[in-house]
């Protein structure tokens, strides 16, 4: 899983209908210090209370994101599976 | 999943089965800002995207299971077209 910046939302009209009623983030991956690492991406929203600014927790497994859907043939790949308190390293 | 912009289309008169149909778009994968991020590559459209399009990207296995039928050859497939990112 990675600990990931929630940078804003993405609005879709038009898309697969495994997307339907599902909040999309833009999320930017951190290292343990929270320093940017690697290339944003979009991800569900799972918590369904991650929003811009917050720290969130997120699963980047299909198989995962289907078992935790409860659906085997969802084309979903990332999963924000928790909105993140406080990290503490070392 | 990731954002990209639809820039151009391919045609393939030999595919492999399962991809009989499969409309096939080059997009550019963008990161949040839509700066390019990468270099380009070959997606199946299944939302009917055109030339110039803001779309959402999945890849992997997932990129397989967002067509239909699902068991087919594909790592890269576009699921949505975007209105707006708000960052």
Redesign the interface.
């Known amino acids: 899983m990675n600990l990931c910046l929630v ?10 209908p ?2 339907a009623g599902r909040k ?1 983030l ?1 999320v ?1 991956p951190l290292d343990e210090l929270k320093n940017p690492l690697g ?6 929203d799972h918590s369904s209370s991650a929003g ?1 600014g917050d720290l969130v927790l997120v699963m980047n497994e ?1 198989g995962g994101v289907r078992q935790v859907l409860g659906d085997k ?6 999963l924000i599976v928790g909105v993140v308190d406080a990290v503490t390293v070392g | 999943m990731y954002l990209g912009r639809v820039i151009g289309t391919v045609v393939a008169t030999k595919k492999a089965v399962g991809l009989e149909g499969a409309r096939l778009l080059v997009v550019q994968p963008l990161d949040h800002a839509q700066k390019p991020s990468g270099p380009p590559e070959v997606a199946v459209d299944r939302v009917s995207a055109s030339p110039g399009t803001l779309v959402m990207l999945e890849g992997s296995r997932e990129a397989a299971l967002a067509c239909d039928p699902w068991f087919v050859p594909v790592d890269s497939a576009i699921v949505g077209l975007v209105d707006e990112v708000d960052t």
Do not use: D
């Open positions: 940078l804003g939302s993405v609005v879709a009209t038009e898309k697969h495994a997307f999309i833009v930017q290339k944003s991406y979009l991800a569900v811009q299909g043939t969802l084309p979903i790949r990332s």
